[in-house]
């Protein structure tokens, strides 16, 4: 049988828009768009690098909460705010990210404030840090 978490954070915003912020389909986890607010302080860090590590931060909490980490993520989508941000938060996504090089797609949407300067969202596999990697290149 199927197994189905759903975990929430208590956030105002999921409740208001009903929605979890991680769910587990058996070892296959989709975390919700994550912004940078500090769940102890409440507060957005204002610097960019300190913002983006955050929301990483955040959402390493809500994959160990599965028993799952970071370093399961195989998927990663980050939102920008502003075009002009993308090298720094780029910088500080791969220094976290070093090793794990999950599929990323970067993009400078509208976010839902612009106190956000970055918002990410993931899709992880349970275990997947503890596969045997093939490292593949193609060239033209």
Avoid: W
Avoid at 14 to 20: A, D, I, L, R
Avoid at 35 to 43: I, Y
Wanted: proline share 4%; hydrophobic share 40%.
């Amino acid at each position: 049988m199927t197994e189905i978490i759903k975990l929430t954070t208590g956030s105002r915003f999921e409740e208001h828009g009903s929605y979890s912020r991680l769910v587990a389909v058996d070892n296959l986890i989709f975390v919700s768009n994550t912004a940078g607010r500090n769940p102890e302080t409440k507060l957005i860090p204002e610097d960019l690098a300190e913002q983006t590590l955050q929301v990483l931060a955040n959402i390493e909490t809500a994959l160990k909460a599965v028993g799952s980490c970071l370093e399961d993520v195989v998927r990663a989508r980050v939102f920008v705010q502003f075009t002009q941000d993308i090298d720094t938060i780029m910088t500080a996504y791969g220094e976290r990210m070093r090793g794990i090089r999950p599929t990323l797609t970067m993009t400078c949407p509208p976010l839902g404030s612009t106190q956000y300067k970055v918002e990410i969202d993931v899709t992880a596999y349970r275990g997947a840090s503890k596969a045997e990697v093939k490292e593949m290149v193609i060239t033209p």
